[in-house]
T-cell receptor, first 114, second 114 residues
């Protein structure tokens, strides 16, 4: 059974600092996704990582995937208050055929303090 | 485009009552999914559909039924509500299979079962 773990679960950081959120998963998969959720809102797709070594960047966020280590990282550079949100990773289990299955991590609540 | 819409936004039920959560998308997406979000547990997949007339179970299908008679609509039915079904429910759609296309989420339905 595929399990997805994120750490930390809660991250309080100061504006201007750098930090990394980690997403580990338990079985083979080469497809991983990052989402952002603002308080009381829905989820927004951030990154789609589809192969080992994939790296995607958008503004102050950069995501990478190491399928051999079963690890993805979401790196935050020079944090700003607008990045405060909950960040989820989700993994596509290795199942044959057309499915829409995703297993989500528990989320990392990021609070950027001025 | 309205994107993914969900109704109602809020609902309170008594144990044993039945109801249907509505989800519709106007993007002609083949794939649709229902998730529930509980505190500290991330999102969990309830049911999904890969096209009209085709549905399958996710991680937590018990107590829920779905059908997909049209491409646009994917209702979620609770036949006999239980307090354990108190949660926030999100519907999502994507044009192609996960990994080939962005997944778009609806605004959510907050359900309380007393």
């Amino acid at each position: 059974e595929l399990k997805v773990e994120q750490n930390p679960l809660f991250l309080s950081m100061q504006e201007g600092k750098n930090y990394t959120i980690y997403c580990n998963y338990s079985t083979t998969s080469d497809r991983l996704y990052w989402y952002r959720q603002d308080p009381g809102k829905s989820l927004e797709s951030l990154f789609v990582l589809l192969s080992n070594g994939a790296v995607k960047q958008e503004g102050r966020l950069m995501a990478s995937l190491d399928t051999k280590a079963r690890l993805s990282t979401l790196h935050i550079t020079a944090a700003v208050h607008d990045l405060s949100a909950t960040y989820f990773c989700a993994v596509d289990p290795p199942i044959r055929g057309a499915t829409n299955k995703l297993i989500f991590g528990t989320g990392t609540l990021l609070a950027v303090q001025p | 485009n309205a994107g993914v819409t969900q109704t109602p936004k809020f609902q309170v039920l008594k144990t044993g009552q039945s109801m249907t959560l509505q989800c519709a998308q106007d993007m002609n997406h083949e794939y649709m999914s229902w998730y529930r979000q509980d505190p500290g547990m991330g999102l969990r997949l309830i049911h999904y559909s890969v096209g009209a007339g085709i549905t399958d179970q996710g991680e937590v299908p018990n107590g829920y039924n779905v059908s997909r008679s049209t491409t646009e609509d994917f209702p979620l039915r609770l036949l006999s509500a239980a307090p354990s079904q108190t949660s926030v429910y999100f519907c999502a759609s994507n044009r192609g299979a996960i990994g080939t296309d962005t997944q778009y989420f609806g605004p959510g339905t907050r359900l309380t079962v007393l």
